[in-house]
């Protein structure tokens, strides 16, 4: 009997810390990210890589923050720009999505309307639809909407939240139709019944959307890409590419530029972890 | 109309709307635009614009560059979809080990890359993959492997982009096989034990039919997903070396938004969105037959 217990043990012991080691595989690249965007230019051109700084230095944050005088002209990377812009466009796109969506997939979950089902059977078959086939023609239409180059041209095709509209429609479901009844009973309008009733209880659900919808417009990168041409309006990804893509040499900097455009999200996901995994996981694992 | 139905539109209207605008009307547009020769000098006047039938398929066919992306849009499916499947099916099911602790540590550590920003990711992996001085050349040398060119070897590259992609997703669909296996019946698992069922075929007999639909849901995203490869090579590699990373999406983009043949580009869309049609139905025969849905 002891032979076993301790057998058991010992497999316990194995299937931690193999966990444990490919945790730290899959998170070694983000924090290797951190460290070397701290290390002073050039040192992580080295071999055998360093993992650490020889002293933490802030010159690449200063490069690629700052704005300086070169030969008379001044020059920046526009990150500044772009976490600005980057965030009024995240910020946008999740109000307005909200707000568009959440009532719409109640709607669909809970009011008899003509022609219900077979709307919602044809948003499930449009869910087929790669994004990038409407992209073409979508930037004709917007150039004669005079939408190329401005914010409402990247926010606008963020807000056609299909997906959006079924999470919340499945969430409502839930919601027992007696609760909705009786306030219709006591002479409650629909938009009151709404607010007051509907609203609260869907709290979690909207937050979780909020955090997709965020998270996703912040990481958007092809249609930004497609739709601004003023580098002034890029977007964090936008700008980011674009100095990859002249700067390949510089690790530090690109390790900074890199910190600077995920860690707001991965400190967001982070704080509100459990509404996003929750989400994901449907409610069916608690932790 | 009721007043309820009254309600039902103005909460419905404004997200349909937009919804025929953004994505409707241009996806029925995008076929009308694949038949013509819409190019830089319809875009400064209209009356340059002219019909050509099946004219861009025609000529597609017969560009190499558009058989090499959709080649190489194949190798990254058909090597990435198991890769990134697999490791999300064997990170849940070693999460999903009672013996396990701390497991919603574990979780949201292994979901964090997916969360993050592509570009910044690939900036981040296009170091890591450095052929002298990023740490996965290092760590190979640790067991014998000689650097490997990651980047610059036409046979390397899409390997490369794949480690990378593979790290960003898999903590998704490792997420969506955790909530498919907590419905693993108990005591159906536990009848299989007594039986004397090995791990192997506890997991064939059991798990797999309990977690069918999921997994194949996720192929099916997967699949579509990898088809859609763009900002990688992109950020990391512009399509090369030798065009060995150009993928359909990268060759649309270049089509359409570098040398602005949107007739030419809009008929690459289309056929992007045919074979992910055709994959997605196949994929849906495959799983009726094994009586997945």
């Known amino acids: 009997m002891a032979v076993k217990v301790s057998r058991l043990r010992i497999g316990a012991i194995l299937t931690n810390a193999l966990v444990a080691v490919l945790t730290l595989v899959v998170t070694l690249p983000l924090a290797w990210m951190v460290t070397v965007s701290f290390m002073p230019r050039g040192e992580s051109n080295a071999f055998p890589p360093p993992f650490w700084p020889s002293r933490w230095s802030l010159e690449n944050y200063h490069e690629l923050l700052a704005r300086r005088l070169i030969d008379g002209a001044w020059f920046d990377y526009r990150i500044v720009p772009a976490i600005g812009n980057s965030l009024f466009v995240a910020a946008m ?117 909020a955090l997709f919808m965020f998270l996703g417009s912040w990481n958007d990168f092809l249609w930004p890409l497609i739709v601004l041409a003023d580098q002034h309006l890029y977007t964090l990804p936008v700008a980011v590419a674009a100095i990859a893509r002249e700067h390949a040499a510089d690790g530090e900097l690109m390790m ?32 | 109309m009721t007043r309820q139905e009254r309600a039902a539109w103005m909460f419905t209207a404004p997200v349909l709307a937009i919804i025929l605008l953004v994505l409707v009307l241009p996806t029925v547009l995008a076929l009308a635009l694949s038949v013509t020769d ?104 640790w067991v014998g492997i000689g650097p490997v060119d990651w980047l610059g070897d036409p046979h390397a590259s899409i390997p490369a982009i794949l480690i990378f992609v593979t790290w960003k997703i898999f903590g998704y669909n490792m997420i969506v096989f955790t909530a498919a296996l907590s419905a693993v019946p108990g005591d159906l698992m536990e009848a299989a034990r007594l039986d004397g069922a090995g791990r192997w075929a506890r997991f064939r007999h059991v798990t797999l039919p309990a977690i069918g639909p999921t997994l194949l849901l996720a192929a099916v995203m997967s699949v579509a997903g990898f088809l859609q490869i763009f900002a990688e090579p992109y950020v990391m590699t512009l399509g090369g070396p030798a065009q060995s990373t150009t993928t359909v999406l990268y060759f649309m983009y270049q089509e359409g938004f570098t040398w602005w043949n949107l007739g030419r580009a809009s008929a690459v869309a289309f056929v992007l969105f045919v074979l992910i049609l055709i994959l997605t139905f196949v994929q849906a025969r495959i799983g009726r037959r094994y009586e997945w849905l």
Request: charged share 10%.
């Open chain 1, 93 to 209: 796109s999740t109000l307005l999505g909200l707000l568009l969506t959440v009532p719409a997939g109640y709607a669909f979950a809970k009011l008899r309307f003509r022609g219900r089902e077979r709307l919602l059977k044809l948003l499930i078959a449009s869910l087929v639809v790669p994004g990038q086939v409407a992209m073409l023609p979508l930037f004709l239409i917007f150039k004669q909407l005079g939408l190329i180059n401005s914010y409402a041209g990247v926010i606008l095709p963020s807000l056609a939240g299909i997906f959006a509209v079924l999470f919340v429609r499945q969430a409502t479901l839930a919601i027992p139709d007696e609760m909705i009844d009786a306030a219709r009973l006591d002479g409650a309008s629909e938009a009151r019944i709404f607010r007051t009733i509907v609203l609260p209880l869907l709290t979690p659900v909207t937050v979780t959307l």
């Open chain 1, 256 to 287: 900074a530029s890199a910190v600077v455009t995920t860690m707001p999200v991965l400190l967001l996901f982070l704080a509100l972890q459990r509404y996003y995994i929750g989400g994901l996981l449907g409610g069916s694992i608690k932790g």
């Open chain 2, 38 to 141: 819409y190019s830089l000098y319809a875009l400064a006047d209209w009356s340059n614009l002219g019909f050509v039938g099946f004219g861009n398929f025609t000529d597609l066919a017969r560009t190499p560059l558009f058989w090499r992306s959709l080649g190489n849009t194949a190798l990254f499916a058909l090597l990435g979809v198991p890769a990134a499947i697999g490791l999300s099916l064997a990170t849940a099911l070693l999460l999903d080990a009672k013996t396990v602790r701390w497991k919603p540590l574990w979780r949201v550590l292994l979901f964090a890359p997916y969360v993050t920003s592509v570009v910044a990711t690939a900036v981040v992996w296009r170091f890591l993959l450095n052929t002298r001085f990023g740490l996965v050349n290092y760590a190979l040398g």
